[in-house]
């Protein structure tokens, strides 16, 4: 049973677009929205997480929207640029779970000159 | 910077064999993670360390032990090779909570 849904599987965004990756989840305990950025040949990192009493969060670049009552996140990248081209990984946790995250499948970005 | 360390990056082995990932991070991070990687799927938690001795089950263990006799050092064990435990290997680490940094992977081919 997939608890985070994740789509696109793959975008392609122009550089100076905007490219938005949606999750969904099932789980209302979640209490904890993590995104993970990973380049070719890299494990992933951390990039920016969200807790569900706000319902957006912006760092640099990269803003995640949350909507509660719809079980939704979403990842926004403004002003995309190649480098950020990498797959991202939507994730989900709560708390008493000893620190497990539950992983979206998914999103190859590729973002073009 | 903390650096996450895994022994080797491409590992090729023959079913039926018992097969040793190595993992060791220099941060002195209580928490250790071992998932793997595969098309589709995500990433999946196979165990979770908190502390030198203890361990955790995660969603697939099946097949799989762990190891951690020091703090930096966390060892995924597979104890009977099959094809299906080819996958990338990722291991993470972090001082509490949710997996921050993780290693490069080893890429797991059993033939």
């Known amino acids: 049973q997939q608890q985070v849904k994740q789509s696109p599987q793959s975008l392609i965004v122009q550089k100076g677009g905007i490219s938005i990756i949606n999750c969904a989840y099932e789980n209302t305990a979640f209490d904890y929205f993590p995104w993970y950025q990973q380049f070719p040949g890299k494990g992933p990192a951390l990039l920016i997480a969200i807790r569900p009493d706000v319902s957006e969060k912006k760092e640099g670049r990269f803003t995640i929207s949350f909507n509660k009552s719809a079980k939704q996140f979403s990842l926004h990248i403004m002003d995309s640029q190649p480098g950020d081209s990498a797959t991202y990984f939507c994730a989900a946790s709560y708390t008493g779970t000893a620190s497990k995250l539950t992983f979206g499948t998914g999103t190859r970005l590729q973002v073009t000159l | 910077d903390v650096k996450v360390t895994q022994s080797s990056r491409y590992l090729v082995k023959r079913t039926g064999e018992k097969v040793f990932l190595e993992c060791v991070q220099d941060m002195d991070h209580e928490n250790m993670f071992w998932y793997r990687q595969d098309p589709g799927l995500g990433l999946r938690l196979i165990y979770f360390?908190?502390?030198?001795?203890?361990?955790e089950k995660g969603d697939i263990p099946e097949g799989y032990s762990v190891s951690r006799e020091k703090k930096e050092r966390f060892s995924l064990i597979l104890e009977s090779a099959s094809t299906n435990q080819t996958s990338m290997y990722l291991c993470?680490?972090?001082?509490?909570?949710?997996?921050?940094?993780f290693g490069d992977g080893t890429r797991l081919s059993i033939l």
């Open positions: 360390s908190y502390d030198v001795k203890m361990k």
């Open positions: 993470a680490s972090s001082q509490q909570g949710l997996p921050q940094h």
